[in-house]
């Protein structure tokens, strides 16, 4: 190995920071909708599947694009794309604080999720070719730490100043952040080395057709599509639903709610010693029962109960969204790539569905009736948990 490529596969302190900022610019854009609906609702006039949308957009243009941004980063490279989508989500995110009606909303909204797979897939093919071992470990650690931290700001942020000066401001803030990342990203973040173009079409045609044959992958895929459908579905209405009489919380309240999860990504890593010991279908059950127990304790009208229900829900998603990961490398033997961007479209498909579903339930039913959608999803996430660890491997 030439003492360049050596150079490449030993990341220092900047690559990390590089690596951190690019999760925390993706997930910062990723779900701060969620935090100013009510204020939405207010200013166009509209119901609480419409303003849900705005959230369920984006997803869905993520489940949509990201087996393709994967295929296509393997044919015109990874450092240019992730800065081209980082400089795009920054013009979109501009762009919807001057939507003049909700329908440019949702559009904005969707274009950011068409942007959000040339950063999150296609990192993550750039970090497993340009760095070696454990390094790669250290750097996925620091990319999903500041993809946490960023889903986290992006609802805090737009709470905050959606409360102070209007969402329109939450998101030219958000939009000034975005834009300041995106040039630290484009003059730190490493040239690709090691970048091989491949346009082997047939070949990713054969492997698509072995992994839609692969019943364990399916059943992992299903388990995905039920953890974002509830977490999205859940967290979306349940906000909604604070910011009601008797609680009557504001945007800058519910970012203060949202710091549970926060402590919910904290719990993750201590369970990877379950794993081992227990084994991942049992952690998956152990998880969902959690985030089931924690859905329960939201019906209560007290709110310190519902934020320790919603922290407890929220732990259980991701412990459970780990176990579903570690699984999908499990379960096939070759491709795996193309089965992350198969899991990532059925999870994203899960969040948009969850956002329809549950703001339909919430208009009938208000919260409790999205509860009970979003109960319904996790005892289906356990039963394709029992079935995906007895189908022959």
């Given at each position: 190995m030439s003492l360049e490529m050596t150079a490449v596969a030993r990341p220092n302190?900047?690559?990390?920071?590089?690596?951190?900022?690019?999760?925390?610019?993706?997930?910062?854009?990723?779900?701060?909708?969620?935090?100013?609906?009510?204020?939405?609702?207010?200013?166009?006039?509209?119901?609480?599947?419409?303003?849900?949308?705005?959230?369920?957009?984006?997803?869905?243009?993520?489940?949509?694009?990201?087996?393709?941004?994967?295929?296509?980063?393997?044919?015109?490279?990874?450092?240019?794309?992730?800065?081209?989508?980082?400089?795009?989500?920054?013009?979109?995110?501009?762009?919807?604080?001057?939507?003049?009606?909700?329908?440019?909303?949702?559009?904005?909204?969707?274009?950011?999720?068409?942007?959000?797979?040339?950063?999150?897939?296609?990192?993550?093919?750039?970090?497993?070719?340009?760095?070696?071992?454990?390094?790669?470990?250290?750097?996925?650690?620091?990319?999903?730490?500041?993809?946490?931290?960023?889903?986290?700001?992006?609802?805090?942020?737009?709470?905050?100043?959606?409360?102070?000066?209007?969402?329109?401001?939450?998101f030219i803030v958000l939009g000034s952040l975005t834009l300041c990342g995106a040039l630290f990203v484009w003059r730190r973040l490493p040239a690709s080395r090691r970048f091989v173009a491949r346009r082997d079409v047939s070949g990713i045609l054969l492997q698509f057709r072995r992994h839609a044959a692969n019943r364990q992958l399916l059943l992992v895929c299903l388990i995905g599509f039920c953890i974002l459908f509830s977490l999205v579905g859940g967290l979306t209405y349940l906000m909604l639903f604070?910011?009601?009489?008797?609680?009557?919380?504001?945007?800058?309240?519910?970012?203060?709610?949202?710091?549970?999860?926060?402590?919910?990504?904290?719990?993750?890593?201590?369970?990877?010693?379950?794993?081992?010991?227990?084994?991942?279908?049992?952690?998956?059950?152990l998880a969902l029962a959690g985030a089931a127990a924690g859905l329960l304790l939201t019906f209560v009208p007290e709110l310190p109960l519902i934020v320790f229900g919603l922290t407890l829900f929220s732990s259980g998603i991701f412990v459970a969204q780990t176990v579903a990961i570690r699984r999908v490398a499990e379960v096939v033997c070759e491709g795996r790539s193309l089965a992350a961007g198969i899991y990532g479209t059925y999870y994203y498909a899960g969040g948009a569905v969850g956002t329809w579903l549950c703001g339909l339930a919430y208009v009938r039913a208000d919260w409790q009736g999205s509860g009970v959608v979003v109960l319904t999803t996790l005892v289906l996430a356990a039963a394709a948990g029992i079935m995906a660890w007895r189908q022959p491997h």
């Open positions: 302190k900047v690559s990390r920071i590089v690596v951190w900022i690019v999760g925390f610019l993706a997930f910062l854009n990723l779900y701060p909708m969620q935090a100013v609906l009510p204020l939405l609702m207010t200013e166009f006039s509209a119901d609480a599947v419409q303003a849900g949308a705005t959230v369920g957009a984006t997803v869905l243009a993520i489940a949509l694009l990201s087996p393709f941004v994967g295929v296509w980063s393997d044919a015109v490279g990874r450092r240019g794309l992730i800065n081209a989508a980082l400089f795009a989500l920054t013009v979109l995110t501009f762009a919807i604080s001057l939507s003049t009606s909700l329908d440019v909303v949702l559009m904005m909204r969707f274009l950011q999720g068409m942007a959000i797979p040339g950063v999150t897939v296609v990192l993550t093919a750039y970090l497993a070719e340009e760095f070696d071992g454990a390094e790669v470990s250290r750097l996925m650690t620091a990319y999903i730490s500041g993809g946490v931290f960023g889903g986290f700001s992006g609802r805090f942020v737009a709470g905050y100043m959606g409360d102070f000066l209007g969402w329109r401001a939450a604070l910011s009601k009489a008797p609680f009557s919380l504001s945007p800058r309240d519910l970012g203060n709610v949202f710091l549970v999860y926060l402590i919910g990504a904290l719990v993750t890593p201590l369970a990877a010693g379950a794993m081992t010991r227990l084994g991942l279908r049992a952690v998956l059950l």
